[in-house]
């Protein structure tokens, strides 16, 4: 009699439980999302959420179905590409810990100079899916909201005050930090700001409290920096030098302005380098035509959003979609249907797969060995004269784009290195030999991750010596010889100007 009175009572918790389950998941099936969102993190702490679109709340409900979230582990690298690994990756959202590999070298090597070329940090879109709404993205830089950093609060404090500022150009002009509550198309967000903050700090614990490469009394002469005409790279150019020189004086900033974002000054006259790039964006359309699932996948797309698949592809919804996802943003919805994170996928993928090939086509390479002469040389010059004694800057930051940064990665040999993601940096280190101090020595870094050995003008150094760096002069011979050999050429001038048979 005992037993079957615990059955029943267990048969009747179970029921409850039952009851109080399906209850609790039709009711939350109508809360907000940003209640929904608090409850996942209150149930799921810690757990990376990605949110596939859900249906917005407006006026008029919509005829769409019900769709459940998924929330991948995206902190895990997969043994094959994956899209939404690879997207949360170029997201670089501040939190995830880092590991830095900057200014690690024998003891007996003096670090010399530093020279930055990063990417601005996470932004607005640039385009527009017709016909949609734009994400609801603030940005106005609150300290207290999330992202945030324990320098914002000084840093924009610092920024009203840099009227002394020297800036070349339309630089001045410009806003010294993002403030619109509702962002602008291609805006610095709060998440960009503090991705260089974080870059700047990770900089200055090597860099200064390390290896002392600036004295507190340092000058304007042992700076360089230069910026695109853009607010989002002046602006990410400024959180950086902010974390590595907080409170710096503002008397002591130049700025130049860089109007080509090659960076290619006074030297962008080569007719080959935009042959080149034209090639390239043959291929890149040739390519995209023949993915049968990314045609679909946009035809399906223009449907849900009520525009011609051609309009669709040229507002090139990626880049709003990146948007959604970075933020953790819904995706778009309309009357019709919800644009659907498998659409993400396809497209994501297909630029992964484009990636891959663009390193085997090599056309894209031939452009980018012409396109980044102008800046490698330059930085190369700046090395030697370091070497020869001469007293020139020994720290430059470059404040760009992923166009810059992408073509310098393919002409250095990088052919492992992932795409630039936002607030990506590249690091060229020299440094002098204390028992032999006319030999110099090169490091190259990206993202943390020393990447000198698989550069293409040192990669077999390491196989036939025990020296742990690269001499410069092999990347000086690389700039200066090596360049313009692939192009079957002897200098730029020739191989940009060189006729087509």
Not at 33 to 45: E, I, Y
Not at 96 to 125: C, T, W
Not at 364 to 388: D, F, G, H, W
Not at 446 to 460: A, I
């Amino acid at each position: 009699m005992l037993l079957r009175n615990r059955f029943i009572l267990l048969l009747a918790l179970a029921a409850l439980l039952a009851f109080l389950s399906l209850s609790l998941q039709f009711f939350s099936r109508w809360l907000p999302v940003s209640m929904q969102l608090k409850m996942q993190a209150h149930v799921l702490p810690g757990l990376p959420i990605r949110l596939i679109p859900a249906v917005p709340e407006l006026e008029e409900p919509l005829t769409v179905k019900n769709r459940k979230r998924i929330m991948p582990d995206l902190l895990t690298e997969p043994s094959a590409p994956d899209p939404l690994y690879e997207a949360n990756q170029y997201c670089n959202t501040p939190g995830v810990a880092e590991r830095s590999m900057e200014g690690h070298a024998p003891h007996n090597f003096k670090l010399v100079s530093v020279q930055v070329m990063i990417r601005h940090g996470d932004r607005y879109p640039l385009y527009a899916i017709p016909r949609t709404k734009r994400p609801d993205i603030d940005c106005v830089l609150e300290p207290d909201r999330k992202p945030s950093h324990p320098n914002l609060a000084d840093f924009i404090s610092h920024m009203t005050k840099g009227s002394e500022a020297q800036m070349d150009g339309t630089l001045s002009s410009l806003p010294r930090f993002p403030s619109h509550s509702l962002c602008e198309m291609g805006e610095l967000t709060q998440t960009g700001v503090v991705q260089h903050l974080n870059n700047g700090k990770i900089l200055r614990e090597t860099y200064l409290k390390k290896h002392k490469l600036l004295s507190n009394d340092w000058t304007a002469k042992q700076l360089y920096i230069e910026s695109t005409g853009k607010s989002r790279t002046l602006q990410s150019g400024l959180a950086l030098l902010y974390s590595f020189l907080p409170g710096f004086d503002w008397k002591k900033i130049n700025i130049r302005h860089q109007w080509s974002s090659i960076f290619c000054s006074s030297h962008c006259d080569c007719p080959m380098r935009n042959h080149y790039l034209e090639e390239e964006q043959r291929r890149q359309y040739g390519y995209r035509i023949k993915n049968t699932q990314l045609e679909k996948t946009y035809i399906n797309m223009a449907k849900v959003v009520g525009v011609p698949t051609r309009l669709l592809r040229a507002s090139n919804p990626i880049d709003s979609l990146l948007c959604h996802f970075c933020h953790n943003v819904t995706f778009p919805c309309t009357k019709t249907g919800c644009i659907e994170v498998e659409h993400f996928k396809v497209i994501k993928a297909h630029q992964i797969e484009d990636e891959r090939e663009r390193h085997e086509k090599q056309l894209y390479y031939k452009y980018a060995l012409l396109a980044t002469y102008p800046l490698l040389n330059q930085t190369v010059n700046r090395m030697q004269r370091i070497s020869e004694g001469k007293n020139t800057e020994v720290f430059a930051l470059y404040s760009a784009h992923d166009v810059t940064l992408s073509p310098v990665l393919s002409a250095l040999g990088l052919t492992e290195a992932k795409f630039p993601r936002f607030a990506a940096r590249l690091v060229f280190e020299l440094y002098q030999n204390t028992d032999k101090q006319k030999e110099h020595y090169v490091r190259i870094l990206y993202n943390g991750e020393d990447m000198t050995f698989q550069t293409s003008f040192c990669r077999e150094h390491v196989r036939h010596s025990n020296r742990p760096l690269c001499p410069l002069s092999k990347f000086v011979n690389f700039v200066k010889k090596e360049m313009f050999l692939a192009l079957n050429s002897t200098s730029y001038y020739d191989a940009c100007h060189q006729r087509l048979f």
